[in-house]
């Protein structure tokens, strides 16, 4: 069993800066991919990035957002620079023990509660 709890989320401007941070429990943390969605109103949840033994990314944010991973505080985090209003969702920390396809949300067994991004002009 993996819990998640994300923070780091809130208000900012374009142009701006987040991080956000995943905190896991469990003593497997580092046998699990890592991966960020985001689901904005109205839309279906969407893969942002993913970390196992390669960092994976959605085309929209390469070389804005970085995900990295600390497997000793069992946390993972999302830097997010260059932001756009289009980033605007809530964003979600996903856990799967080897997925198959790891952009897919069904390959992921544990989800964070979400924690809400918004980006304004």
């Known amino acids: 069993q993996v819990q998640l709890v994300e923070s780091g989320g809130g208000l900012v401007q374009a142009g701006g800066s987040l991080r956000l941070s995943c905190a896991a429990s469990?003593?497997?943390?580092?046998?699990?991919?890592m991966g960020w969605f985001r689901q904005a109103p109205g839309k279906e949840r969407e893969f942002v990035a993913a970390?196992?033994?390669?960092?994976t990314y959605i085309t929209s944010v390469k070389g804005r957002f970085t995900i990295s991973r600390d497997d000793v505080k069992n946390t993972v985090y999302l830097q997010m620079n260059s932001l756009k209003p289009e980033d605007t969702a809530v964003y979600y920390c996903?856990?799967?023990?080897?997925?198959?396809?790891?952009?897919?949300?069904?390959?992921?067994?544990?989800w964070g509660q979400g924690t809400q991004v918004t980006v304004s002009l």
């Open positions: 996903a856990a799967a023990m080897n997925p198959y396809e790891v952009p897919r949300p069904s390959e992921y067994d544990y």
């Open positions: 469990g003593r497997t943390f580092s046998s699990y991919t």
């Open positions: 970390v196992n033994w390669k960092t």
